[in-house]
Structure formats: structure tokens, C-alpha cells
């Protein structure tokens, strides 16, 4: 349920805006991931950054630092080798219960089989 009162609105600056459009306009870099390094809704920063197609916001002169740029693109890099990695666990898995299960099947036929005597 939400909080009566007012809602909160926060304002940006202009300067934060094109700073937030340039770290998303990096290559190999999500939106979803610097809207998430800035605290900030994904939706908004594609809102600034068509503002700064249609030209309200200007990007042009804004400098980047080198270093969020670096921890961006790492980040990227980080989760497409985790959900790799996580895929391959999850395929590994079915592969132990395919092959469990086919053991437990043979298995059972064999101990039925060698009470029996013809």
C-alpha cells in the first residue's frame, strides 16, 4: 500500500542527464546496467535519451570518466559469462537426472529378473 502524503519527486540536472545518456550510448554497455549504476528507473534514462535525439539534451562536450566506462563494460562482460555458466548448470543438471533415471529403470528390471528362475 503506498505512503499518503505527497509523492517525491526528484529533479536531475542537466550535466547528470548527459552524462547518464553517454555512459548508455557506450558500446557493449545496457541500458538496464547504468540506469541501475546511477539508482535511477530504467524508463527514464530512455526518456533522456530521446530527449537528446530530438536535441533537449546536448551530449556533445560531456566528458565520460574512464573508469565508470571500464566498470560498465566489465559488468556487461560479467553477466553474459554468468548466465553462460548458468545455462550450462542447468543443462548438466537434466543430464544427471536423464541419466540417473535411466540407471534406476535398468537397475530395477535386472533386480526382478534374478529372483526368477525358470
Not at 533415471?101 to 526382478?112: E, F, Q, T, Y
Amino acid at each position: 500500500m503506498p505512503k499518503p502524503g505527497p509523492r517525491t519527486t526528484y529533479r536531475y540536472s542537466r550535466d547528470f542527464k548527459a552524462t547518464a545518456v553517454r555512459l548508455s550510448q557506450l558500446p557493449g554497455v545496457a541500458v538496464r546496467d547504468v540506469a541501475a549504476s546511477l539508482y535511477i528507473h530504467p524508463f527514464m534514462l530512455s526518456r533522456w535519451r530521446k530527449q537528446a535525439r530530438e536535441g533537449l539534451i546536448m551530449t556533445k562536450g560531456v566528458a565520460v570518466d574512464k573508469a565508470v566506462a571500464a566498470e560498465l563494460k566489465e559488468l556487461r562482460k560479467l553477466k553474459k559469462a554468468y548466465e553462460q555458466l548458468r545455462l550450462e548448470h542447468d543443462l548438466l543438471k537434466k543430464a544427471i537426472a536423464f541419466t540417473s533415471d535411466r540407471k534406476a529403470r535398468s537397475s530395477r528390471s535386472s533386480h526382478i529378473n534374478k529372483g526368477r528362475t525358470r
